[in-house]
């Protein structure tokens, strides 16, 4: 699924996450009479060798490297007030996992547009409860996907995210874990049909409603209203 090669935007070699600059205490001396030291930012070596994705990281990618991204999603608000205000973020995540993953068929950052008009209504305040937990934010990270994407032992077996669930709410971390576990969904959702799935068959897994499709009208209406958004973002 992956080649493992060092993407540029990173910060740290393979392997490695980033530390930020941060107050450490230490015993008071005459040297050091408020016993706080300041330990300067690094990179930390991950026992498991795994990459791992921390908060300051992710912000730093975005703060870095956004604004020069190339694809980015159609400058349409979809009818919401706040409906062009994460576009920068939307094209930037999706350029870097497009990178990270390398799949067949790239994924279109105006599908994740629609994803979070279907999912929040840009709302990056929002929660839901589901039968797997508390979802949240802009794409509704469901708690059992927080839990899944930091869990070093669990179903994924790389490119984990470690994020707390207060920091689930911050649009860039929400689209970074949202999109990266989109990914995932597409993998499953290929196992599942035994083929190479669609990135909107990956949309209706990720909603947990691909085997309902065909089957359940409520499910189809919900993607056929995904697919003209979609539809109405990609007509130029």
């Given amino acids: 699924m992956t080649n493992k090669k060092q993407h540029p935007w990173r910060k740290c070699p393979i392997g490695e996450h980033w530390v930020r600059e941060h107050e450490r205490k230490i015993g008071v001396s005459e040297k050091n009479l408020d016993g706080v030291t300041i330990v300067e930012a690094h990179c930390r070596k991950n026992p498991s060798h795994h990459e791992i994705f921390v908060a300051d990281e992710l912000h730093e990618i975005a703060k870095k490297y956004f604004k020069n991204v190339k694809t980015m999603p159609k400058a349409d608000?979809?009818?919401?007030?706040?409906?062009?205000?994460?576009?920068?973020?939307?094209?930037?995540?999706?350029?870097?996992?497009?990178?990270?993953?390398?799949?067949?068929?790239?994924?279109?950052?105006?599908?994740?547009?629609?994803?979070?008009?279907?999912?929040?209504?840009?709302?990056?305040?929002?929660?839901?409860?589901?039968?797997?937990?508390?979802?949240?934010?802009?794409?509704?990270?469901?708690?059992?996907?927080?839990?899944?994407?930091?869990?070093?032992?669990?179903?994924?077996?790389?490119?984990?995210?470690?994020?707390?669930?207060?920091?689930?709410?911050d649009p860039n971390l929400n689209l970074a874990a949202g999109i990266r576990w989109l990914f995932h969904k597409q993998y499953l959702a290929s196992h599942r049909l035994k083929r190479e799935a669609t990135w909107m068959e990956a949309i209706a897994e990720y909603?947990?409603?691909?085997?309902?499709?065909?089957?359940?009208?409520?499910?189809?209406?919900?993607?056929?209203?995904?697919?003209?958004?979609?539809?109405?973002l990609s007509t130029k």
């Fill in 77 to 169: 608000k979809l009818g919401y007030p706040h409906g062009n205000d994460f576009d920068e973020l939307i094209g930037g995540w999706t350029q870097f996992w497009n990178d990270i993953f390398n799949p067949k068929e790239p994924l279109d950052p105006n599908l994740i547009k629609v994803l979070i008009a279907s999912e929040s209504s840009f709302d990056v305040n929002i929660s839901a409860n589901s039968t797997i937990g508390k979802a949240r934010g802009l794409i509704q990270v469901t708690e059992q996907t927080r839990k899944i994407l930091t869990d070093q032992d669990g179903e994924l077996k790389d490119f984990l995210i470690t994020l707390s669930k207060k920091e689930f709410y």
């Fill in 207 to 232: 909603k947990g409603i691909l085997s309902q499709l065909g089957k359940v009208k409520r499910s189809d209406e919900i993607m056929q209203k995904l697919k003209e958004r979609y539809k109405r």
